[in-house]
């Protein structure tokens, strides 16, 4: 954490250090060598640790796995949302990089004008466009389409964790079909949200932008992989990274991982590259899991396990054939040996333990 | 140089006098014509500047302050609607203390849809915290629109340039532009000591408890006050090098020993004074308000000092209160010895023709004893039902 | 001061007519004011403009209520027996229309000149836009600017062959006009 002023910030480290018995990191030190095995390796820190999140956020997660290829020559606009929320309450701040946050819908207007401001004092500083799926699906979503038709040179990021979480869990565009949230309960009449998640990536994709992908926080690989790609590309890029709330979705912090991971894998969150336009590239998956393995884990989700209940078995098929038509539509199938599908990315299946347990 | 320019066209070649880093505009009447020029001259050659043609008001205002913010010098310009749906925007602007130029090309606010001028759409975003400065004639807004860069940077504010729609903008006058290299050299290059930069990273637009809000109003409030004397010597500044002023926060005129004063604001002033030339009888005193925020509250004690009667005129009003301008002049006036009576009037609300004979019935209202403490003076009541008059 | 009112419609170039004569004030050093009196108005609407010429800064910002001349480029708008109102005492009304100046005259009793504007407009332009025509025929009688003034304030918005095309009409319409029929009228 940086502080403003400078005197409570040593004290504040000292403190840590007595409390800890650990040195603190020094936040000017962008490249350092800590303690932990994460501190060791020299990876650019853009978020930095401390900031508010809750325990097992993803977007904290997803939001450090970007900047740390993204930066440090970029800079942020960020719509209000958690992400903004956590990271900075004054006068403390998690980033290491310029960040401006304006307001809730404009994200990708801002950026558009800091993108414009580099070509025209021609510097080639990266911007950055962040916001949670409420700020891109729903209220950005105008600024988000004119950014992408104008052409900026800006990557925008959509930490989508499906619902209005920093309001208290309110159902988006992006919510999936039946899902359980404040707006959108489950009761003696409705099962969850009515209606289905809004096919984003496609809209995105009719904007015939050079690139645009979904990602999940379960494969870190995969998402730094497409970050680094998107940053060399000159023009609009899109990232969706579909990113558990624990305290949204209904499930333990830990456990944060294999959610994602299990949404992958069951074809309901499909991972895809598109490029100008046309699928180029999909995360295979080699042993597809039934959405009951991913649902099941969620309380948000709860009213559908109920198997004397014929409305939620109803609903249980209707998502198991979202999947389905998800899996067929972009052929996520996989055969044989792939160090890319989901059962080739050895980097986080230690979590899967946990998962299960 | 001295040339027959119609207001729009003549704004946009002040803008581009400017150097403008960024330019982002939407387009909606009458502010139109501004943002044509400006994409003219850009096409033409005559001006860099990254113009983002964007796809809503709403965007225009976060691409400026997303570009001021990232050290551009910044410009965007819209009208009624327009200024409405950027409302949100603009607060945030002003609450970042961003620095850049807003033409208001002023028009009524719907609903019923009306494309003509009056002050509703300034006065709406009046509480945002933004500099808003008053134009009477095409050559005063173009002097303003250059000025408010250098008022902008000066202050960290952003800086509203008010000119009524159509009325100005519309109008094709003989108006002094000056040079390119006059301009250069008057106006410092565009400096924003909190932009972002990745050599020394800064948050921006931190979420702020109770613990700071507070003080956080306070010095905006403070900072807007004390724009106050940046924008006298800014209009002194203008007029040492271009021989000519635009009235710095308001400007008096008229008899020494006038007993009765009339108070506006924009382009109405020029009738009224050839109204008060016309007019047989004793003289009256006419005061030119340029500042409305920061609002110059000695300025204007001093103004109207030996007045027995003040008129204000409103171009907007607050339904339930009445004239906005008025209600500021009276709080302002509240507690001054001897201060004059004041009497309220709304005029051309949504682009009705002020007549130079307003005048003559605007002092002898005066004389009414009965007469409201406000009404909306051309107002045709037999125009409306019985219970609406 | 002298004030004008323009009448047409949209598409005819009315508003352009009120730029154009505030031009050619401008190029003869006078100071002048020009504009619409703007609405939502499509093709094909009536369409007013307003001009004021003068020698000191003009404040006046209302709309030309009693003008000492009137350009009427659309003579269907002499349908409306209102377009005269409050035209001063000895001004002077200028139609773009092929009925004669009498016939017109007598229906509004006041000073009048028909001009075939669109019709030279069509030969000399290629498109019916009649106002240099109508500006050129009105300089011409009451004199009180040079016709070069005209010229320059075109020099300004046109170039090319369109502007030699407006150059030659002003010409022919110099040609068919008595000059300084009108001059008395300058101080209406």
């Known amino acids: ?357 | 140089m001295r040339e027959a320019l119609e207001g729009s066209q003549a704004i946009a070649r002040a803008v581009a006098l400017c150097d403008p880093d960024v330019v982002a505009a939407y387009p909606i009447t009458p502010q139109t014509h501004i943002v044509e020029n400006l994409s003219k001259l850009v096409a033409e050659g005559d001006l860099h500047t990254e113009f983002v043609s964007v796809e809503s008001e709403f965007s225009a205002a976060s691409v400026v302050l997303g570009a001021a913010a990232s050290g551009a010098r910044a410009y965007t310009a819209s009208s009624s609607q327009g200024v409405l749906l950027m409302a949100e925007v603009l607060f945030n602007i002003a609450g970042m203390r961003i620095p850049l130029t807003m033409t208001v090309a002023n028009r009524a606010v719907s609903a019923p849809l009306n494309i003509w001028n009056d002050h509703a759409d300034s006065m709406a975003v009046r509480d945002s915290g933004w500099i808003q400065l008053h134009c009477e004639n095409n050559q005063e807004a173009v002097d303003t629109t250059i000025q408010s860069f250098k008022i902008a940077q000066d202050t960290d504010l952003p800086v509203m340039v008010c000119m009524d729609g159509f009325v100005l903008t519309h109008t094709m006058e003989v108006i002094d532009i000056p040079t390119h290299a006059q301009v250069r050299k008057w106006l410092p290059p565009f400096v924003f000591k909190r932009a972002l930069d990745p050599s020394d990273p800064k948050s921006l637009g931190a979420l702020v408890s109770p613990d700071f809000f507070p003080e956080v109003r306070h010095s905006h409030h403070a900072a807007v006050d004390k724009a106050l004397p940046v924008i006298e010597k800014v209009d002194a500044s203008w007029a040492k090098t271009f021989k000519r002023d635009c009235g710095g926060l308001l400007t008096v005129e008229g008899p020494e020993d006038a007993k009765v004063g009339i108070l506006a604001m924009g382009s109405t002033v020029g009738t009224l004074r050839t109204g008060l030339e016309h007019h047989d009888g004793p003289g009256a005193k006419l005061i030119k308000l340029r500042a409305f925020r920061p609002f110059p509250a000695d300025a204007l004690r001093a103004a109207v000092a030996g007045l027995d009667s003040l008129i204000v005129i409103d171009r907007a009003i607050s339904p339930g209160l009445g004239g906005i301008l008025g209600s500021e002049v009276k709080s302002t006036l509240y507690g001054m010895p001897n201060a004059p009576r004041i009497h309220n009037h709304a005029i051309g609300l949504g682009g009705r023709d002020i007549p130079e004979s307003i005048v003559g019935d605007l002092l002898s209202s005066i004389e009414d004893p009965d007469a409201p403490a406000f009404s909306v003076f051309d107002a045709d009541l037999s125009m409306l039902p019985p219970e609406d008059r | 001061m002298i004030e004008y009112r323009i009448h047409g419609r949209g598409g005819q170039g009315s508003v352009a007519a009120a730029y154009l004569l505030a031009s050619a004030a401008f190029e003869a050093g006078h100071t002048c004011q020009a504009f619409p009196a703007f609405g939502a108005e499509r093709r094909g609407a009536p369409v007013t403009a307003f001009v004021r010429i003068d020698n000191k800064p003009i404040h006046l910002r209302s709309q030309v209520r009693t003008p000492d001349f009137l350009i009427v480029q659309d003579d269907t708008l002499l349908l409306d027996r209102e377009i005269t109102d409050g035209l001063k005492p000895g001004g002077a009304m200028i139609v773009n229309t092929k009925r004669s100046d009498d016939e017109v005259a007598e229906a509004f009793s006041c000073r009048t000149k028909c001009i075939p504007a669109t019709e030279l407009a069509m030969e000399y332009i290629g498109r019916p836009i009649p106002n240099t025509a109508l500006l050129a025929a009105f300089l011409t009688m009451t004199g009180h600017l040079p016709v070069d003034a005209l010229a320059a304030a075109l020099k300004g918005r046109f170039k090319g062959k369109l502007l030699d095309n407006n150059l030659a009409l002003i010409q022919r319409v110099t040609g068919m006009v008595e000059p300084g029929a009108w001059k008395e009228t300058e101080h209406a």
Request: proline share 6%; glycine share 8%; with cysteine.
């Open chain 1, 1 to 357: 954490m940086t502080t403003t002023d400078n005197t409570k910030r040593v004290a504040r480290l000292a403190e840590l250090r007595e409390k800890f018995g650990r040195h603190p990191v020094e936040p000017q030190e962008k490249h350092y060598q800590g303690g932990s095995q994460r501190d060791r390796q020299p990876r650019f820190c853009g978020l930095e640790s401390g900031h508010r999140a809750c325990q097992g956020c993803g977007e904290a997660l997803a939001a450090r796995l970007v900047m740390e290829c993204a930066g440090p020559d970029v800079m942020v606009a960020n719509a209000t949302g958690c992400l903004e929320v956590f990271t900075t309450p004054w006068p403390q701040t998690a980033w290491q990089v310029p960040w401006i946050h304006s307001l809730f819908e404009n994200s990708a207007a801002v950026a558009s004008g800091m993108e414009a401001a580099m070509k025209a004092k021609g510097k080639n500083t990266k911007i950055l466009a962040f916001g949670g799926d409420g700020g891109t699906y729903d209220i950005g979503f105008q600024a988000l389409s004119g950014m992408l038709e104008r052409y900026h040179n800006i990557l925008y990021v959509c930490y989508d964790n499906e619902a209005y979480m920093n309001t208290g869990i309110q159902r988006s565009s992006s919510t999936p079909h039946a899902a359980s949230t404040t707006t959108s309960p489950a009761g003696a009449e409705r099962m969850g949200k009515r209606h289905l998640k809004k096919d984003l990536l496609s809209i995105i994709a009719a904007h015939h932008i050079p690139y645009s992908a979904s990602a999940s926080v379960a494969y870190p690989a995969d998402l730094q992989r497409k970050v680094r790609y998107a940053m060399g590309i000159e023009g609009p890029t899109f990232l969706v990274v579909h990113s558990p709330c624990p305290l949204g979705w209904k499930h333990d912090s830990h456990v944060t991982i294999e959610v994602a991971r299990r949404a992958v894998e069951c074809g309901l969150f499909p991972v895809v590259e598109v490029e100008r336009g046309a699928v180029a590239n999909v995360m295979p998956i080699r042993e597809v899991r039934p959405v009951a393995d991913y649902l099941g884990m969620q309380g948000r989700f709860g009213h559908l396990m109920d198997p004397n209940d014929p409305r939620a078995v109803e609903e249980l098929t209707h998502l198991q054939a979202l999947a389905d038509y998800n899996i067929s539509h972009y052929n996520l199938r996989g055969e044989g040996e792939d160090p890319a599908d989901t059962a080739g990315i050895t980097l986080v299946a230690r979590d899967r333990a946990a998962g299960e347990s």
